[in-house]
């Protein structure tokens, strides 16, 4: 098996995509392009604890398409204590780290691209974002649909960037659902596996082959997903694809 290389990477932006997400824009030092696929992700070396210069490493999937260039976006829930996370919403622009990668299975190759469901909750986005990307800069033409589950309407990351492609791209559907919606949210209501089932259906049939799933959040979420698709609707094994980041 290939040793995933180790290079630097230097922090070139940053914003918050919510209350406790934030996206980091990183390049390569050496300048060479990151070749990676759409739903892989780099291991990033930060310090054990604070100011501690015993490191440890923590997986981030990559967020962005791939477009063979240096840069690459990362997106981090930051969890309270939590030495990785809390690391990256401190890091400074212009600092560098130690990355590995890119690794992971997780990945949709578009010369055997099926219509697809991607079913995400909150981080879990990430690299369905980059396989939505990457198969529109494509013009690859099996239809998409996501779900992506999160708790409030301020929770949902890339919400503006994911209703214009849909609204450019009949091929891409989107369909947010809140676990805590307030009273005014007219869209979708509860958990992703809630309205899985419809969205595959309705992309089965089109006709176009049976939909893979590919799901991808915390393992709760996940494991749920998983025995919807695979216990109630029976599904084989090779159509369900799944990351899980805990
Ligand atoms: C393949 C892979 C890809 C990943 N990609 C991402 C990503 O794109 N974005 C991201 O934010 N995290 C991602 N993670 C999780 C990430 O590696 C760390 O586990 C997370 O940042 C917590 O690390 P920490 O050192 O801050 O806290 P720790 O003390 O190591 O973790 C504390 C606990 O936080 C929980 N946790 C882990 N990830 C999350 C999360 N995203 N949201 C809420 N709770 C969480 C887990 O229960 C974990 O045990 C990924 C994990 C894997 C295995």
Redesign the pocket.
Known sequence: MRIPPTFEARLTSARMLAENVRELRFERVDGAPFDFAAGQ?VNVHVPAAPGAEAEIK????IASAPDGTPGFE????H?Q??????FLHGLAIGATLSVVGPQ?FFSRPLDKAQPSLFVAT??GL?PLRSMIHAALNAKHPMPMSLVFGVRTEADLLYRTELEALSARHPGLRVAFTLSRGAESWTGRRGYVQTHAQELFQALEGLGLGRPHVYACG?AKMVSAVRDLLRKEMQLPRELVHT????
């Open positions: 992700w923590r997986a981030y999937s990362l997106a981090v829930t969890v204590g939590g030495p990785g996370s809390t992971g909150g981080t990430t915390l990351e899980r980041y805990d």
